[in-house]
C-alpha cells in the first residue's frame, strides 16, 4: 500500500532544511517538497539535490515571479496598503501566493496534509493556514515548530550538524532572512534589542547604505496605467523586469530601507530590518500620481481603505470576501490613475520631482496666484458663512447660557 503524501513549502533554508528528515524520522510519509520561486535569486540553486538528498521523494520548483507581481504585489501597492505607516508587506502577500500553488500541487499528488516551517511565534503560520482553509480546507496541516522539541534556532543548528546537512546560517550569523523580489526582511541576534542601531555593512543584501550611496541625485520616471507602473524613463517593461530595474536603481541610491517595531498578529510586538528598494519607489510615485487624478472625496475614504486593506493583508486574509470587495472598490478608483512621476533618488531618500496626467485634476488657471477669469474670490465670502453657520449658532447659544 503506498505511503500518505505531505507537501512541504520548503525553501531550503535552516527550519525547512531540517523538517524533512524530521518527517521521516516521526512520521510514514511520502514527503514532497515544494519550493514556490518569487524571486528569491540564487537561493533556489542547488535546492532538488539538498531535498532528495535528506528525504524528499521529489522536489517542484515552481516560478511564480509574474503571478505574485500582478496579482498580489500590483492590488496592494493599487491600494497604497502600509502595515502601521512603514511596513511595504513583502512577506505578508507572498505567503498566500506561495501557499496557493503548494495546495493546487497537493491536490494534483493527491496528498493528505501540507507541512511548513514557520515558527509558532510568527505571522507566516497564520498566512498559510488561512490560505489551506480557505481553498483546501480538508488537508490536514503540519507545523513542526508548534509540536517538536527544539526550541531554538541554535538547536536547529545542531540538528543539522548532526545529520549532516549543510544549512546557509551559523551560529555566529544566524539572522532569519525572508526575500523575495519585493524586499529581503532580517530578524535576530542584535536586532532583537530595539535599542541597537543595524549594522547595515553587515546585514544589506539588495542595496547599498545611504552613506555609500553616490554624492548625485538619479532622476527616474515611472509612467502608470491604471494604477500600475508600466515604464521606467519611456521604457516599457514587463511586471517581473520593471521591479527588477527599480531594486536595481533605488538600491544603488541606498533608498528603501526600514526599521520597524511591528505588532505581529500573534500578540507581541518584534523588530525587523526591512530591504524594499523599488517597492519605496513605486508606493511614493503611485501615491503622487493618486494626489493628481484622485477626487478629495476618493483619496480621504481611499486612505481609510488602504489601512483596512494592509491589515488584512498582514493578518493573512487575502482568500477572503472582505480584501476581494476592497480590491474591486480599489480598482474602480484606479481608473484615472493614469499618468507619470518624475522622482529624485538621493542617499536613502525618494522624493517626488514632478507628475503630469491626462486626467489631472489639478487646473492651474483656478490655482494661479497672478490674475485670473474663472474663479470669482468674492463667491468665498458666502461659501464661509454657510459653512460657519453651526459655530455661530453655537457660540450664540453659549453665550445666551452664560458658558
Not at 511586471?239 to 498578529?265: C, H, Q, S
Request: hydrophobic share 35%; charged share 30%.
Amino acid at each position: 500500500m503506498a505511503k500518505e503524501k505531505v507537501i512541504l513549502a520548503y525553501s531550503g533554508g535552516l527550519d525547512t532544511s531540517i523538517i524533512i528528515p524530521w518527517l521521516k524520522e516521526n512520521y510514514d510519509y511520502d514527503v514532497i517538497a515544494v519550493c514556490g520561486d518569487v524571486g528569491q535569486g540564487k537561493e533556489t540553486e542547488g535546492l532538488e539535490e539538498k531535498a532528495l538528498k535528506t528525504g524528499a521523494s521529489k522536489l517542484y520548483i515552481e516560478n511564480l515571479q509574474e503571478e505574485y507581481v500582478t496579482d498580489y504585489i500590483w492590488p496592494t501597492l493599487k491600494a497604497q496598503a502600509v502595515y502601521e505607516g512603514k511596513y511595504l508587506l513583502g512577506t505578508s502577500h507572498a505567503r498566500p501566493c506561495i501557499a496557493k500553488r503548494v495546495v493546487e500541487i497537493a491536490e494534483a499528488e493527491g496528498a493528505t496534509a501540507i507541512c511548513h516551517g514557520c515558527t509558532g511565534k510568527g505571522n507566516d503560520q497564520v498566512r498559510f493556514e488561512l490560505t489551506v482553509k480557505a481553498l483546501a480546507p480538508h488537508l490536514k496541516i503540519i507545523a513542526p515548530w508548534r509540536i517538536w522539541d527544539i526550541k531554538s534556532r541554535e538547536e536547529e543548528i545542531e540538528y543539522a550538524e548532526a545529520r549532516g546537512i549543510p544549512v546557509p546560517v551559523s551560529k555566529e550569523d544566524n539572522y532569519s532572512m525572508d526575500r523575495n523580489i519585493w524586499h529581503l526582511s532580517h530578524e535576530g541576534m542584535d536586532l532583537e534589542d530595539p535599542w541597537n542601531e543595524p549594522n547595515l555593512d553587515r546585514i544589506l543584501k539588495l542595496m547599498v547604505s545611504p552613506e555609500k550611496a553616490p554624492d548625485k541625485a538619479t532622476y527616474v520616471e515611472i509612467e502608470f496605467e491604471k494604477g500600475i507602473p508600466v515604464a521606467i524613463d519611456g521604457v516599457k517593461y514587463g511586471a517581473v523586469e520593471l521591479l527588477t530595474k527599480l531594486n536595481e536603481l533605488a538600491g544603488a541610491n541606498g533608498v528603501g530601507i526600514d526599521d520597524i517595531v511591528e505588532n505581529r498578529l500573534v500578540g507581541m510586538k518584534s523588530r525587523g530590518v526591512y530591504e524594499t528598494p523599488g517597492g519605496t519607489v513605486l508606493y511614493t510615485a503611485h501615491r503622487e500620481l493618486e494626489y493628481l487624478c484622485l477626487d478629495k472625496q476618493t483619496l480621504h475614504y481611499k486612505e481609510l481603505v488602504a489601512n483596512q486593506f494592509a491589515e488584512l493583508v498582514y493578518d493573512g486574509l487575502w482568500f477572503t470576501p472582505l480584501r476581494e470587495a476592497l480590491s474591486a472598490f480599489v480598482d474602480k478608483t484606479q481608473e484615472t490613475v493614469t499618468g507619470t512621476v518624475r522622482v529624485k533618488l538621493y542617499k536613502g531618500v525618494c522624493s517626488p520631482a514632478g507628475a503630469k496626467s491626462p486626467y489631472s485634476l489639478y487646473d492651474e488657471e483656478i490655482a494661479t496666484f497672478s490674475e485670473d477669469e474663472v474663479y470669482d474670490q468674492k463667491d468665498a465670502e458666502g461659501f464661509i458663512n454657510l459653512f460657519g453657520l453651526p459655530l455661530k449658532v453655537r457660540s450664540t447659544m453659549l453665550k445666551r447660557n452664560g458658558k
